[in-house]
């Protein structure tokens, strides 16, 4: 990983002030709240080429071949009202599609609630927001140059990479610039306007409106229709017995 390159490629004010490295890592998102407790500010970012615990949401693991993908932790400071800070995580939805995009302009990109990146209705990346003290870390993680066989087998029908798709293979420190300059731009949006303006554009890049899926949230599931994102940014699904907001769980097409 070049992380001058990364560095030539930023056109931010604050995000990317600090870019801490290091070719092997537990995870990110740990290595950045292990840093926070010592001390460490807003806008600063842990990239790895590989993690041995890479985490999902919900204790799952996120799983990534050496020196192939985009593994990152961001820094940011939590919105005034704590109980916002999911919102962060939509912000981070937009920011790095909109980063991905100007690498890989395809119209097969788009957003599934809550935190997942689909490319072609596969996952090609995912975001994962944790509270630590009184910053959020922000941990991405995109699949570039993964072959199929790289996957293991549990995930190779449900994900997918750039090279996958489109057979070629892609900078990860050019489209980490992109992606990083692409999040401060919707950050800065968010802190200006307020979170009106994000849930209108993270529903422009969400293809799940007005689709059948399935719920699972961690206390049981259900079937409905998406309706929309409701003011906070939550999910509002339309089920037999009447609109439901989830909070938290997987949406799965069915
Ligand atoms: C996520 O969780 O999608 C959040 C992933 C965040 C990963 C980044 S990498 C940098 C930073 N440091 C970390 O330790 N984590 C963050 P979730 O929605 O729970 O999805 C996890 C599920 O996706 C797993 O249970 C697998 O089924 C699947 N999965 C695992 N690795 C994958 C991959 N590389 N591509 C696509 N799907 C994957």
Redesign the pocket.
Known sequence: MDINKIKSGLKTDWLGSKIHYQPSVD????WAARTINSGCGRGEVFLTDF?S??????D?????PSEK?I???LVDNPPPDTKKTHQLTLIAGIGFLDGLKNIFPETALSLKWP??IILSGK??????SKHQNNSVVI???I?VN?TLED?SP??RN??ISLKIFSGKEYSREEIIASCLNSYEEWRNIYETKGIEIIIKNWEKRSDIFGKSVKITEPHGSFEGIVEMLDADGFLLVKAPDGIKQVISG?VIPI
């Open positions: 995870s990110t998102n740990s993690q615990k890479g985490q999902g949401r919900l799952r693991t996120w799983e990534s993908n593994l990152l932790s935190n997942d996952k090609l990346g995912g975001i994962l941990g991405v993680g699949n993964t996957f549990t995930i449900t994900a997987d």
